[in-house]
């Protein structure tokens, strides 16, 4: 069953990823205070002007956390996806795998540097940099 809102998601959490997702809700929520959350593919995302800015998911053996425009920070810590977009994620196994100084700057970096995703697909794929 798919979740409608974030805190159904975190209901279907085992103990330990429902704390890893407890401690990245809260930093969002107190980094990015004028973000929409809601739930989109079934994932906890925060949007800044319709544009998806940060997210978490449940992977097999980890909690992982992205943002879509992270290959461009300048902080350490965050691993590139694919390389067809921006996104860099880091993953969590424990609650105290969370360094809350990196999550801060990362969360401030989300809301200096954006790419524009919610075109994406009107631009046939391409990227354009918003900030």
């Known amino acids: 069953m798919k979740p409608k809102t974030i805190a159904e998601f975190h209901g279907y959490m ?3 990823d429902r704390a890893i997702c407890d401690a990245l809700h809260a930093a ?12 989109w593919h079934a994932h906890p995302v925060w949007f800044l002007d319709g ?7 449940k992977l097999k053996d980890c ?9 461009d920070f300048d902080e350490p810590g965050l691993t590139p996806g694919t390389g067809k977009f ?7 196994q424990a609650v105290e795998d969370i360094d809350l100084g990196k999550l801060r700057l990362w969360l401030a970096q989300s809301k ?5 995703y919610k075109n994406v697909q009107k631009r046939k794929g391409r990227l354009e940099r918003l900030t």
């Open 14 to 16: 085992t103990a330990t």
């Open 28 to 39: 969002i929520q107190t980094e990015l205070p004028d973000a929409e959350g809601k739930i």
């Open 51 to 57: 544009n998806p800015i940060v997210g978490y998911s």
């Open 63 to 71: 909690i992982r956390l992205m943002f879509w425009s992270g290959a």
């Open 86 to 92: 921006k996104d860099a994620s880091v993953r969590f």
């Open 112 to 116: 200096l540097l954006q790419w524009d």
